[in-house]
């Protein structure tokens, strides 16, 4: 009995019909993508371009609230002390995720226990984060005082409070970044290890010739996660210091909340979040692209 060969499906609907389980695997995200990201995004760039309250959208003003920003000097206060977080927080936190997951690692009989003490902290809500580091950083009650010896009001000082939400946040937030190289580590393959051990490599030497190339692109990865992680800060400096003392803490995102809550301008909040929107998406591509600039050098 002859066999009776199909002809194949034809062009472009041929490769749509083979397209078809991809599209309905996409479709949910592309809806929810859709939904809760792009058409609010478009929302709040149209709102940035009205002069408008949180109840009612006014007359149309262009660009004016951009003009607005660019001479705003609470805006830049705001800005910059939100880089100066970035700058307390990003590198400590990749490089003290780097050292404990190296030190979970080494030590194979506790890992498990490590590893938990660790990441426990990154599993507590902010409020809770909050309430143990202002109970930490008391002037006369907490353990940090109690340790150096003095009074020192850590959340009330221009100077200091905004180096003790870091301290905190490095403290609350490290044991991902552990995790991450953990992963990292443990996907090295042993007998790279074990090949230079036969050539006598020992300590320092295994470090900088296998382990800390294998761990370029987690490496990557944690900076650049942390970068947009750190310019996103909000919930400590609200809760611990109410943007203060004299607004040192104050972030961005606490100054666009305030002026969409409090002085009940949405527009120019909108400006706000669309102005940093940009500033966050160009530090991050700029910090990718310095980072696979040093990769490439040193390659």
Known sequence: MER??????????????ENLPALALLA????????????????????SLTESSLTRTNAFVGLANYATLVHDASFWDALGNTFYFSLLTVVPLTALGLLMAL?????????GWLQGVFFLPFVLPISVMT?????????SSGIVNHILGGQRPWLADPVWALP?????TIWWTVGFNMLL???GLRNIPAEQYEAAALDGARGWTLFAHITWPALR???TTCLILQLIASLKVFGQTYILTSGGPFNTTRVTLH???ETAFTQSDAGYAAAIAMAFVAVVILLSLLQAWVVRWMERRDA
């Open 4 to 17: 009776t060969e199909l002809p194949p499906l034809a062009g472009a609907a041929g490769a749509r019909r």
């Open 28 to 47: 949910p995200f592309l809806l929810a993508f859709l939904l809760f990201f792009l058409v609010p995004a478009i929302e709040t760039f149209w709102l």
């Open 103 to 111: 030190l979970v690692n080494r030590f194979v009989a506790a890992q």
């Open 131 to 139: 309430l143990i580091a202002d109970w930490m950083l008391q002037p």
């Open 164 to 168: 003790a939400v870091a301290i905190g």
């Open 181 to 183: 190289f953990l992963a």
């Open 217 to 219: 692109p987690v490496t």
């Open 255 to 257: 100054y666009m909340y």
